[in-house]
């Protein structure tokens, strides 16, 4: 079942850090991994130490901040805390090189903690449920660093531009999941029955990982929480 939760968010993280950057420059630079206790984010950090790449998380809340630093996270930073920006740069004085950022929700404070050249990957720019969203950034600024922002959007691709990225992923990434240097995280598994309950679940935004739906239509057993 854990396996469940890696192509999607896989191919999204390949798309971020291999069509943004050549994977021969990566080594030594610096991500900011944003909204890390979704079903991307534990993916992400650890794919990104495979990489070689040195990892800053944001996540939500302080509670979750021992969970994060177990997939090997180099630093954790409290998203809601005043002083984000001010926190990220202590821990990379220069500024992050790249942002891989769910929703783009805070994306203006995350360019504050970029270098000079840095590259930003969006990821689910609609949001839950796909809905519209306004998002105001500063393009002075934007053209003062030299920055560069990707919106990923993997889902309204043809079957062949998903097949060459699946490749990709295969040759680039997956050694990492055969080696179990990388490991999905599921917090949450539904019977197929109950997946108006495991929808609302993923709306409270209060899981870590990855929700799966199991397809064996059983009326006993109901969700648990994976271990």
């Known amino acids: 079942m854990m396996l469940a939760g890696l192509p999607y968010a896989s191919c999204c993280i390949w798309l971020a850090l291999f069509k943004m950057q050549s994977p021969k420059t990566l080594k030594d630079k610096t991500i900011l991994i944003c909204e890390c206790s979704d ?27 021992m ?12 998203h ?12 990379c004085r220069r500024g992050v090189d790249f942002v891989l950022d769910c929703g783009a929700s805070n994306l203006e404070t995350h360019i504050n903690c970029c270098n000079y050249g840095y590259k930003v990957a969006i990821v689910d720019l609609g949001g839950e449920g796909g809905e519209k969203k306004s998002i105001s950034i500063n393009f002075f600024t934007l053209g003062i ?4 922002i990707k919106v990923i959007n993997l889902r309204s691709k043809d079957f062949q531009y998903k097949a060459s990225v699946i490749a990709g992923l295969k040759s680039d990434l997956w050694p990492a999941v055969l080696q179990k240097k990388v490991v999905p995280k599921t ?6 029955s109950e997946v ?3 929808l609302d679940r993923i709306k409270k935004n209060d899981c870590v990982g990855k ?13 648990h929480k994976m271990q």
Request: contains cysteine; charged residues 20%; negative net charge.
């Open 39 to 65: 079903g991307i984010g534990p993916l992400a950090i650890q794919y990104a130490k495979y990489m070689g790449l040195k990892v800053i998380a944001s996540i939500g809340n302080s509670d979750n901040l």
């Open 67 to 78: 969970i994060d630093d177990y997939y090997g996270a180099d630093f954790c930073v409290d």
């Open 80 to 91: 809601s805390s005043r002083n984000f920006v001010f926190e990220v740069l202590q821990k």
């Open 145 to 148: 660093m030299q920055g560069e």
């Open 187 to 192: 917090d949450f598994c539904f019977p197929v």
């Open 196 to 198: 108006r309950q495991a």
């Open 211 to 223: 929700i799966t739906v199991r397809m064996d239509f059983e009326k006993s057993g109901g969700h």
